[in-house]
């Protein structure tokens, strides 16, 4: 049976992003000046400039998609991941190992190494030999707990039936009269 699982993306690039951001913006100035000016040989040269500042976005594009990663990431089996908790026991005296149960130093590497099942680049090629440790320390703080979050909950989460058998046995019988 297919385990549950999430996919996220991210970069092993992030200058990448500035970049891009960099030339969304000359490509908005010069775009305001093609569509605005009343000076036809100034919005000629805006129009060439729009032009190539549209390849290099081609040629930026390529590069954000080699860089890319698609990490897809599944639950492991209950006994794999208690055995992973337990190899990564939290630190004595450390308030938050203590809270989460784990070290939180150590674990998330381990968890994530565990869980990837599948890495391609923004190309969907497979990327061979991907670890965690490629890009954790390349990604905000707010991208590193969505991803870490996730792979929690898919291993702490229960397993439900996704509606109430009670109101669906209601529903039947109630049709059923």
């Known amino acids: 049976m297919p385990q549950p699982k999430h996919e996220f993306t991210t970069t ?10 960099q030339l969304e913006q000359k490509i908005a100035g010069y775009s305001l000046i093609f569509n605005r000016s ?7 040269e805006a129009g060439a400039m729009l032009d190539d500042l549209k ?4 040629e930026l594009k390529d590069k954000i998609k080699t860089a890319a990663r698609v990490i897809t990431v599944e639950r492991l089996a209950p006994k794999k991941f208690a055995r992973l908790m337990a190899a990564h026991p939290p630190r004595e005296g450390d308030p938050f190992d203590k809270e989460t149960g784990f070290n939180t130093d150590t674990f998330d ?7 990837i099942t599948k890495v391609v680049d923004g190309h969907g090629e497979p990327v061979e030999g991907f670890k965690w440790a490629d890009v954790v320390d390349e990604i905000s703080f707010g991208q590193f707990q969505t991803i870490i979050k996730l792979a929690l909950s898919l291993n702490t989460s229960l397993t439900a039936v ?5 109101e669906s046995e209601n529903r039947q019988t109630s049709e059923q009269n």
């Open 109 to 115: 590497r381990a968890l994530m190494d565990a869980a």
């Open 162 to 166: 996704p509606f109430s058998l009670a």
């Open 55 to 58: 390849a290099q976005q081609d």
């Open 12 to 21: 092993i690039d992030g200058s990448l992003e500035v970049e891009w951001q």
């Open 38 to 44: 009343e000076d036809e040989d100034l919005a000629k």
